[in-house]
């Protein structure tokens, strides 16, 4: 009998009867006829719903039953419509534009919006913290299109590039088109996890969408919009705390809808060009809620990569007491170097779920994508797609499909390796040969002639050549096997020296290095100036900064993430070391003499270390507190943590073993943590160091503890960077500490000086701070201007013995 009934129930729950869903279509248009995009169209009391596309056609599917359909949009009066689900039907729907009444109101002669904009602030922290935990679907659409381009650009074929990625003649259309499903959690504060369900992108049968629920998500209960990118500053929210000093407020009016009365307020920046919103906000009678969002930001506010962004928001209630995000869209317009993009991205939420049961542990999953999920057919999409494709999106999925399935076949394969595999004697000098296979994954590289030229005073000129072989061994977690080779030659001291590589994975987690030859080396293994930077320096001002030794040597190593936030090597070298005298007197410029390849006895000379051997083995290990990651079809990647991170390092030189010379034991730690955000006052960044020789009973130059100090006009910007501090001399073999701070104020103070502001300036101040047996309570100060990738900054030094030194720094980086 049981089975009996069990059998009936599957055949029942199974049949068409039972799945029979019907489609309830059609248009919304003003009371002009003109369609109203993107509009919402929700089932009455509950968080399923669908959204009209730009051309305001809307489909939304429906189990058998009687329904009342609400259709909504910003700036527009609600409709109703009383449906019985029995077949599919077509409806269309006008929907009139809102007018908001202007009634009597007394308070005191000013504009009702602040009073209104008070209540909303007073509430915004409980609204905040109103729902600690949710789940919900999620569908994202994201459409981005080439509205302009050149003809051609650096070099670059446009139009045949255009004709590649399915563009008309005239350079325009589609380039970006992809939709997604997730279901998206949240917990207080700041936990979220993201499942991606389903995956299409246009022009690409293999790969994973871009639409990302927690890369949309925008909350203006929250102070401010953090969106790095696109502000070098917060954006501050019309709700927030401290909004009367940001912002001025109209209140438009009134009206009602479900009964409840709705407050239009237009928002308006106080200053023109502060990190602010403009357009309306709608907020609820009583409560002081919003209710719906219209804002945008233009260039005035100085955001990057677009002109002008726009926020369309739209909540409904989820139960008597939550309001909860329905629909979400940005549009965004922009361009650069004669090319025009616009497009957009809409989120439409629906099943939300407001007491979710959640395990501590899901949550260091921040999003997962799995294979399958982009293998969802077109019958699937037209039962899922809360938002209907418009024709021209239609056409491109139609035409890009045809063309993905033609890019990933090997006679098309083969066709672009011999493209880009031509060779072009330009090459050979700048930018290096790349011969490619894309087919077998396999990829060779020729360095550049004219970037591995460099002159030294121990090599004079001297040509530096590498090649690699790269092959990728394993296309699920995305891991490649290498080697590569570089030779060196010194035209002034004659000698050749060779280095082989190869690195390959070991595990899931780990890589496997080896290495060895024979080479010219820094004696700062930081190596704090560039070749290029030294060999400036040496041949038009006669300032031979950097210093070499000779070192033939095999090296291995093997690093990874031993687990979350925990990451571990270990490495082994034998070395053979000779210090290197000065070869050649030779500049550009100049009649002074350069100075000897001693660090420690510039002007005198000597011999720096005699000749020895090393066998060393050192080990780091660090943890950032943060096990987070997101899971890809090719693997784990863990995402940057929100706190310092914290390093050990302990590297033993052992003597006797094949003759090693040397015999220390040297332990360091660091803390560190970059771009620690200090709302509209920018961002701090820190390293703190320290480290000692437990045991220093036989070490050389190499061996000792270093430091990244600077003496040339361009220095390298790293955490642990000094702006003025010798590069060698206070290098030691017993104790330190040393400390760097970096504040960017993002604009803050420049951004508020007309014809300044349009440049984007970002200030920096610098702080540096080093104590040693050698040197006593160093500290440098420094302040400049960054724009762009490059960065100018006065710095001055002092040390224990009042000894005061400044200079101008320039770092570029890319």
């Not at 920046?269 to 002081?288: A, K, L, M, T």
């Not at 410029?589 to 100075?595: A, D, E, P």
Request: proline residues 3%; glycine residues 8%.
């Amino acid at each position: 009998m049981r089975f009996t009934f069990l059998f009936i129930l599957v055949l029942i729950t199974g049949s068409p009867l039972f799945a029979q869903q019907y489609t309830i279509s059609g248009k919304i248009t003003d009371d002009a006829g003109k369609p109203v995009s993107f509009a919402s169209v929700y089932t009455q009391n509950t968080t399923r719903g669908a959204s009209a596309n730009s051309e305001g056609e809307y489909s939304i599917s429906l189990k058998p039953g009687k329904y009342t359909l609400q259709y909504k949009a910003v700036g527009y009066k609600q409709e109703s419509k009383e449906i019985d689900a029995t077949q599919n039907r077509t409806i269309d729907v006008t929907l009139n534009i809102e007018s908001y009444q202007l009634q009597a109101v007394n308070v005191g002669g000013k504009d009702p919006a602040y009073a209104i904009m008070r209540k909303a602030i007073k509430k915004r922290k409980s609204y905040l913290n109103e729902v600690k935990a949710y789940s919900a679907l999620v569908y994202i659409k994201g459409m981005q299109k080439l509205l302009q381009a050149p003809k051609k650009f650096l070099g670059a074929n446009i139009d045949q590039i255009g004709k590649q990625i399915g563009l008309d003649s005239n350079r325009r259309g589609i380039i970006y088109l992809s939709e997604s499903e997730s279901k998206y959690s949240f917990q207080s504060p700041n936990n979220v996890h993201e499942e991606m369900i389903s995956s299409k992108v246009s022009g690409s049968n293999r790969a994973f969408s871009f639409n990302r629920a927690s890369d949309l998500k925008v909350n203006f209960y929250e102070n401010f919009e953090d969106w790095r990118g696109i502000s070098l500053r917060p954006l501050i929210s019309p709700v927030a705390d401290n909004a009367f000093f940001y912002y001025n407020y109209k209140w438009l009016g009134q009206t009602v809808e479900n009964g409840k009365t709705i407050n239009k307020i237009k928002v308006i920046p106080r200053r023109e060009h502060d990190p602010c919103f403009e357009g309306f906000i709608y907020i609820q009678d009583d409560s002081w809620r919003l209710v719906g969002v219209n804002l945008y930001i233009t260039k005035k506010a100085n955001i990057s990569l677009v002109d002008t962004i726009r926020i369309n928001q739209q909540f409904v209630p989820v139960n008597d007491k939550a309001w909860m995000t329905s629909t979400l869209r940005f549009d965004f317009v922009g361009g650069l170097f004669g090319f025009r993009v616009g497009g957009y991205f809409i989120s439409v939420y629906k099943d939300y779920d407001l007491n979710p049961i959640f395990n501590k542990k899901d949550f260091n999953e921040v999003l997962r994508i799995t294979k399958g999920v982009n293998k969802k057919d077109s019958t699937y999409w037209a039962g899922e797609r809360p938002i209907p494709l418009t024709e021209e999106e239609r056409t491109d999925y139609k035409k890009k499909e045809a063309l993905a399935i033609k890019r990933e076949s090997k006679p098309y394969l083969d066709s672009i390796d011999h493209i880009f595999n031509k060779f072009k004697p330009i090459n050979l000098l700048i930018g290096g040969i790349n011969i490619g296979n894309r087919y077998k994954k396999e990829y060779y590289h020729f360095d550049a002639l004219t970037t591995n030229v460099r002159f030294n005073t121990v090599q004079g000129f001297n040509l530096n050549y590498g090649a690699s072989f790269t092959k990728q061994i394993d296309s699920i977690n995305n891991r490649y096997f290498r080697v590569g080779l570089d030779v060196g030659y010194g035209f002034s001291d004659h000698l050749f020296n060779a280095v082989a590589s190869g690195m390959m994975p070991v595990g899931d987690s780990f890589t496997l290095s080896l290495k060895g030859g024979s080479d010219v080396e820094d004696l700062n293994d930081l190596q704090p100036i560039s070749y290029l930077a030294n060999t400036v320096h040496s041949l038009f001002a006669k300032q031979n900064f950097e210093k070499f030794y000779q070192k033939q040597f095999v090296a291995a190593s093997i690093y990874g993430r031993i687990s979350g936030g925990w990451q571990g090597s270990a490495s082994a070298e034998f070395a053979g070391r000779t210090w290197l005298e000065n070869t050649t007197n030779y500049s550009f410029y100049g009649s002074r003499n350069f100075t000897y390849n001693n660090p420690l006895a510039l002007n005198t000379g000597g011999v720096l270390f005699p000749e020895n051997q090393s066998f060393k083995v050192t080990l780091r290990t660090s943890y950032d507190f943060s096990n987070k990651y997101e899971t890809y079809p090719n693997g784990k990647h863990y995402i940057p943590s929100p706190y310092p991170a914290i390093g050990f390092n302990y590297t033993k030189g052992v003597k006797g073993v094949f003759g090693s010379d040397v015999d220390y034991d040297r332990i360091s730690a660091d803390i560190q943590q970059a771009n620690v955000s200090m709302g509209v006052y920018g961002r701090t960044s820190f390293y703190i160091g320290a480290g000692k020789f437990l045991n220093a009973k036989s070490l050389y130059f190499p061996d000792y503890s270093q430091f990244h100090g600077n003496e040339a006009l361009f220095y390298q910007s790293e955490p642990n960077s000094f702006l003025l501090l010798n590069y060698y001399t206070y290098s030691n073999r017993t104790e330190y500490i040393e400390a760097h701070l970096e504040h960017n104020f993002s604009g803050f103070i420049l951004n508020k000086i007309p014809g300044l502001r349009k440049l984007k300036l970002q200030e920096i101040i610098h702080a540096n701070y080093l104590t040693s047996p050698e040197l006593k309570d160093y500290y440098e100060l420094g302040a400049g201007i960054k724009y762009l990738n490059l960065t100018v900054l006065y710095g001055e030094s002092h040390n224990s013995a009042a000894n005061v030194h400044s200079a101008l720094r320039v770092s570029l980086n890319f």
